[in-house]
């Protein structure tokens, strides 16, 4: 698979894990240009709110709203109905609220477009990046491995009516083979060769994530921590590229 620059850039996704808007200026200004996701969480977006949101678009970059809905099916609902009018491209909501909760996210989504409008992608967090088996089994309760547990999640919320899902880069094959090429992963735990683990435990390369079939991955600190942002989501565009 060979990939052009734009559209390298556009399977890249910013974590933009800061405090409040102002703090994540001087990144926005040096990244104009490049067609990337940026990845609004809950701490940014609370404190934020929906201006932010609409500020990356007239920015020029696609946004992926990360607030990871996990309610009863009518509060999802409303919830997704205001993201899609906001202008989100993508939004997720927690597999674990099961299949009438997902359905009725996808009916917020439905009554919110306009004429015209682009329906955002709705994906589905299964594990998250953090979870080890033994905090699956003896904390959260869950038996078996956490591949097993993210496939499970993952055909569910295929059967729901999702797009794709949040898993670690280490799923990426099991979930195109349960689910179809065609549903979307989204690869949390990137890191360039040589960059801090942090507190990821499931990670991968930028090229060896591409190589798995994952759609779009997330990289915060690698990119935001850099001494030079520009530099360093040019470089891992052009690791992408070349695989």
């Known amino acids: 698979m060979s990939l ?33 996701y940026m990845k609004v969480g809950m701490q940014l977006f609370y404190a934020a709110g929906p201006a932010f949101v609409e500020s990356l678009k007239t920015r020029g970059y696609y946004v992926f709203l990360d607030v990871k809905m996990h309610d009863i099916p009518n509060t999802v609902k409303g919830g997704a109905h205001s993201i899609t009018s906001l202008g989100a491209d993508m939004f997720n909501v927690h597999a674990a609220g099961g299949s009438a909760m997902m359905e009725a996210c996808l009916e917020g989504v439905d009554q919110a477009l306009t004429a015209g409008a682009k329906r955002p992608q709705v994906i589905a967090v299964t594990q998250l990046t953090s979870t080890s088996r033994e905090v699956l089994n003896h904390e959260i309760g869950i038996t078996g491995s956490v591949e097993d547990s993210v496939i499970a999640y993952a055909k ?88």
């Open 156 to 243: 569910l919320a295929k059967a729901s009516g999702l797009d794709g899902v949040v898993s670690s880069p280490a799923e990426v094959v099991s979930v195109k083979e349960a689910c179809g090429a065609a549903f979307a992963t989204v690869t949390p735990g990137i890191r360039p060769a040589g960059a801090a683990l942090n507190d990821q435990t499931r990670i991968m390369t930028p090229s060896q994530a591409i190589a798995q079939g994952t759609d779009y991955m997330v990289i915060g600190r690698p990119i935001t921590a850099a001494p030079s942002p520009r530099e360093a989501i040019q470089s891992i565009i052009e690791e992408l590229i070349s695989v």
């Open 4 to 36: 052009t620059k734009e559209e390298a850039a556009k399977r890249i996704m910013v974590a933009l894990d800061y405090s409040n808007a102002g703090e994540a200026e001087r990144l926005l200004e040096e990244l104009r240009g490049i067609p990337c």
